[in-house]
């Protein structure tokens, strides 16, 4: 697993203006976009590993309909974020990272145009 989070890790810092760091006050990966959360990993009360990231709410609420290993987000708005319980063999690690990409891109159209005009010049 400790290879999983690193290759999620990487691939989030490797998005446009990303930053991925140990957030101590959340105990977790902070994955942030000029300021704002677009996913973390880290474990919950029980200690399960769990990446946590942003979706659409239709798409969320099937995900966790299909999957065991898809709960409401962990300490996240629970109709916008999901947690995906790492230890499954549910994702591969290319879904994922579809994820990480998607919760990237969503919290990327929260900002102005401009903004997001300089984030895809980067691309």
């Not at 989070?5 to 105990?27: C, F, G, H, M, T």
């Not at 009360?45 to 942003?54: A, D, F």
């Not at 979706?55 to 299909?66: A, D, Q, S, V, Y």
């Not at 879904?95 to 919290?107: C, D, G, P, T, W």
Request: glycine share 4%.
């Amino acid at each position: 697993m400790e290879n999983l989070i690193k290759s999620l890790n990487q691939y989030a810092a490797s998005l446009p203006k990303a930053e991925v760091y140990y957030r101590d006050s959340w105990e977790c990966e902070y994955y942030d976009l000029l300021g704002k959360n677009f996913g973390r990993i880290g474990t919950d009360k029980e200690g399960k590993m769990q990446l946590t990231v942003k979706g659409k709410p239709e798409e969320n609420e099937i995900l966790r309909e299909t999957y065991t290993s898809v709960v409401p987000g962990y300490y996240a708005n629970k109709v916008h974020w999901n947690s995906v319980y790492l230890d499954t063999q549910d994702f591969t690690e290319e879904a994922l990272q579809k994820m990480i990409k998607n919760s990237y891109e969503l919290v990327k159209s929260s900002f102005t145009k401009k903004i997001q005009k300089e984030i895809d010049e980067l691309l």
